[in-house]
């Protein structure tokens, strides 16, 4: 596997296999690069790609216990960026949090230290998102929620954070809050599939649990959900996860749609509205169609078919088992 890919998209199997391998790795990367036009003569071709590999091994390294390769890997960017770099200040911090372990005396030290940063430097972004991150984990969830409103006060193009901050709401079940959030998001990423079928989701879950108090903002999270699901799809032509939230969607807009009135008049013009009953059924059976297709094709292993989640495909799968239950029945 290639030690330029995103290590947050590796399963836990490919990140152990390859912190397995970090000693090996190490050993074939160069660990100086000379600072002087003498020094580099002598040393290895710089190139971005290696200190992209450093970092990604270093996360992977953290998320399997190597503390030791972990550490390799951080001293070497520092012998080339130096300690004050903003970026590699923050994997330090990274290596102290994983060394705390669940310590709170030693992660409020480590907290201790990025406050102290941000003292000096109150626009180091990477030690913002560490605190924020940090604060999350330690159940701080209040002072996570300041952190991110304060962070997004000087960077409001972030999408990361306007994304964290949407999970923060969501975990708190704030629907209203996560929908604003994650409508941010879309903003900066218009085109960002993924992030469409994330608002979809949230807005389903915000129409699924009554968020609204209202019949007629029900119905506005069911339509916004839905639309965003059908852009997710739009723009990748076969999401899985857009496919599965249109299903899901279409099934509610479907079993809800006898008792909700034609169209609420409290509904703003500019709002999308809710598409008749025949629209929402091909919809229903587009999703259908295409997530049999996904596992039929996944499971088939046929080429190109096969860079889905094994997880997702599960959840398809009995997804699609639910209906041909319902239709036996």
Known sequence: MSLLHPPSHLT??????????????????????????????????????????????????????????????????????????????????????????????????????????????????????????????????????????????????DAEAWAELADVYLEQGLYAQAVYTLEEVLVLTPNAWNMHARLGEVALMAASTGSGGSDSATQKYAAESLKRFCRSIELCDDYLRGFYGLKLATSFVLKNASKWSKQNKSISPEDFALPDTETVQRLAQLATKKLSEIVRRYTAKETHWTGYDEAEIAAARELLAGDEAAIVR
């Open 12 to 157: 836990p199997a490919q990140a152990l296999s390859l912190s397995q391998s970090a000693p090996a790795v190490l050993r074939s990367l160069p660990s100086t690069v000379g600072k002087s036009s003498l020094q580099a003569v002598a040393s290895p071709v710089e190139s971005p790609e290696i200190w992209i590999s450093y970092e990604n091994l270093l996360i992977s390294c953290l998320r399997t216990g190597d503390l030791e390769s972990a550490r390799e890997c951080v001293r070497r960017l520092v012998e080339r960026f130096g300690d004050s770099n903003d970026r590699v200040m923050a994997l330090q911090g990274l290596v102290r949090e994983a060394e705390a372990e669940d310590d709170k005396k030693s992660l409020e030290a480590v907290l201790k230290s990025y406050d102290d940063i941000l003292a000096k430097d109150g626009t180091n972004v990477p030690i913002h998102k560490r605190r924020i991150a940090l604060l999350h984990s330690m159940d701080r969830i209040s002072d996570a929620v300041a952190g991110l409103v304060a962070l997004l006060d000087f960077s409001p193009t």
